[in-house]
Antibody
Framework: QLQLQESGPGLVKPSETLSLTCSVS??????????WGWIRQPPGKGLEWIGS????????SYNPSLRSRVTISTDTSKNQLSLNLASVTAADTAVYFC???????????????WGQGTLVTVSS | QSVLTQPPSVSAAPGQKVTISCSGS????????VSWYQQVPGAAPKLLIY???KRPSGIPDRFSGSKSGTSATLDITGLQTGDEAHYHC???????????FGGGTKLAVL
């Protein structure tokens, strides 16, 4: 059973970079069985896909509204997934989830496994 | 404003059936598969339905999904108080080359 756990600062200042990691256990981050993704949820609002990565190819796919500011990567030595979101504003305040996507095609998107989520607040 | 449209809330009595709709377009639901997620307050979403109508292991058959044209539907029968949660639909949007979610529907079991 795949398990994911997000970690990182709970408070980030405006204009700085939000950096989160997601520790994966139960399978390798380099497994061909999964895309890996980040999804966020502003307080009281719906879910928003941030982006995904397929380690086997290194291919990333990002939400167009965030593409200029976001980077998703994997670290096989630590079996971790990472998220960097630059130049944050209050609008980036949200619970951030990492997820294991049990599909090889994003057109068949399904997020099978989720981390518990971590709240990141952007404030000075 | 979400690309996929869901009703903000639905309600029904215990034991009854409820239907939650997810309306999209020819560039998303019309050409891609839909997944559904259940989210209780304070918890991460849980996959309920994938590829329009398939259930992951462990999901009761009280939950079923379907798709017709540019809309998808989640049906929940034999409602239980434990089904009270937010339900989200998701799919791939071709024109944006992005995954999109509906705004979520809050289910109340009265």
């Amino acid at each position: 059973q795949l398990q994911l756990q997000e970690s990182g600062p709970g408070l980030v200042k405006p204009s700085e970079t939000l950096s989160l990691t997601c520790s994966v256990s139960g399978d390798s981050i380099s497994s061909s069985n999964y895309f890996w993704g980040w999804i966020r949820q502003p307080p009281g609002k719906g879910l928003e896909w941030i982006g995904s990565i397929y380690h086997q190819s290194g291919r990333t796919s990002y939400n167009p509204s965030l593409r200029s500011r976001v980077t998703i990567s994997t670290d096989t030595s630590k079996n971790q997934l990472s998220l960097n979101l630059a130049s944050v504003t209050a609008a980036d305040t949200a619970v951030y989830f990492c997820a294991g996507l049990g599909t090889r095609q994003l057109a068949r998107f399904k997020a099978d496994f989720w981390g518990q989520g971590t709240l990141v607040t952007v404030s000075s | 404003q979400s690309v996929l449209t869901q009703p903000p809330s639905v309600s029904a009595a215990p034991g009854q059936k409820v239907t939650i709709s997810c309306s999209g377009s020819s560039s998303n639901i019309g050409v891609s598969y839909v997944s559904w997620y259940q989210q209780v307050p304070g918890a991460a979403p849980k996959l309920l339905i994938y590829e329009n109508n398939k259930r992951p292991s462990g999901i009761p058959d009280r939950f079923s999904g379907s798709k017709s044209g540019t809309s998808a539907t989640l049906d929940i029968t034999g409602l239980q108080t434990g089904d009270e949660a937010h339900y989200h639909c998701a799919t791939w949007e071709n024109s944006l080359t992005a995954v999109v979610f509906g705004g979520g529907t809050k289910l109340a079991v009265l």
